[in-house]
C-alpha cells in the first residue's frame, strides 16, 4: 500500500526532553511537510523539504529542528526549546515542484507531562 | 500576512439537506483553493481542489470560487450523518521564499442531525 506513515501515534515527554517523531513516505513525492494543530485550530506549518537535504522554516519553525537525508523520510525533533510542545503533529507530502494536493499521515499526538 | 478565514461557530444541518461553509483568503494572487474533511482525532482528508472561478461538482459536493471576491465555499447535498467533521478551507500562497506554501483556515465544524 502507498501511503505517508507516522510514529508513534501517542508520545509522551517530560519537560526538558528531546524527542523525534517519524514520517516516512512511499509515494515517491519529493516534497514533505509537517504541521502542529492545536485544538479548535487549523494547520500551522513547522518545517518543509523539498529535495533531499535541503529543508525551509515554516511560520512557527522555533523549538524545532528536522533533517532529510533519504527521501522517503523526513523526521522532526521537538525540542526542550519548544515551550508548548503539546500538539497534534501531521505530515504530509505532494508531488514535485508544487505544495498542490497534500497527502496526509495519520498524525502524532504529542502530550507534554 | 496571508489568511484564510472561515467561520469557526459550528454548524448544524439535518440530514438530507444542503450543507453550505464558507471561506474567504487575503492574497488575490492565489489560484488553488481546497477544501479537506478531518474526522475527529484523525488526520485531514482531501475532498475538493478548485482553481477556476465558478463552480466545481464531484458527487454530492460542489465547490465554488469567486476570485474577485476572494471567496471559497463548499456545498454538499443530500448531508449524511458521515458528512459530520470539521471541514478546513486552504489556499496555495507564494511564501518569501518564492515557492507555494498551504494556509489552512481553522476549520468549521459541521454537524448532520439525522
Known amino acids: 500500500d502507498g501511503g505517508i506513515t507516522q510514529s508513534p501515534k501517542y508520545l509522551f515527554r517530560k519537560e526538558g526532553q528531546n524527542v523525534t517523531l517519524s514520517c516516512e513516505q512511499n509515494?515517491?513525492?519529493?516534497?514533505m511537510y509537517w504541521y502542529r494543530q492545536d485544538p479548535g485550530q487549523g494547520l500551522r506549518l513547522i518545517y518543509y523539504?523539498?529535495?533531499?537535504?535541503?529543508?525551509q522554516k515554516g511560520d512557527i519553525a522555533e523549538g524545532y529542528s528536522v533533517s532529510r537525508e533519504k527521501k522517503e523520510s523526513f523526521p522532526l525533533t521537538v525540542t526542550s526549546a519548544q515551550k508548548n510542545p503539546t500538539a497534534f503533529y501531521l505530515c504530509?507530502?505532494?508531488?514535485?515542484?508544487?505544495?498542490?494536493?497534500?497527502?496526509f499521515g495519520p498524525g502524532t499526538r504529542l502530550t507534554v507531562l | 500576512q496571508k489568511e484564510v478565514e472561515q467561520n469557526s461557530r459550528p454548524l448544524s444541518v439535518p440530514e438530507g439537506a444542503i450543507a453550505s461553509l464558507n471561506c474567504t483568503y487575503s492574497?488575490?494572487?492565489?489560484?488553488?483553493f481546497f477544501w479537506y474533511r478531518q474526522y475527529s482525532g484523525k488526520s485531514p482528508e482531501l475532498i475538493m481542489s478548485?482553481?477556476?472561478?465558478g463552480d466545481k461538482e464531484d458527487g454530492r459536493f460542489t465547490a465554488q470560487l469567486n476570485k474577485a471576491s476572494q471567496y471559497v465555499s463548499l456545498l454538499i447535498r443530500d448531508s449524511q450523518p458521515s458528512d459530520s467533521a470539521t471541514y478546513l478551507c486552504a489556499a496555495l500562497f507564494e511564501s518569501n521564499f518564492g515557492n507555494e506554501k498551504l494556509t489552512f483556515g481553522t476549520g468549521t465544524r459541521l454537524t448532520i442531525i439525522p
Open positions: 523539504s523539498q529535495i533531499v537535504n535541503d529543508f
Open positions: 492574497d488575490r494572487g492565489s489560484q488553488s
Open positions: 509515494l515517491n513525492h519529493d516534497a
Open positions: 504530509a507530502s505532494s508531488t514535485p515542484l508544487k505544495a498542490d494536493t497534500q497527502y
Open positions: 478548485i482553481y477556476s472561478n
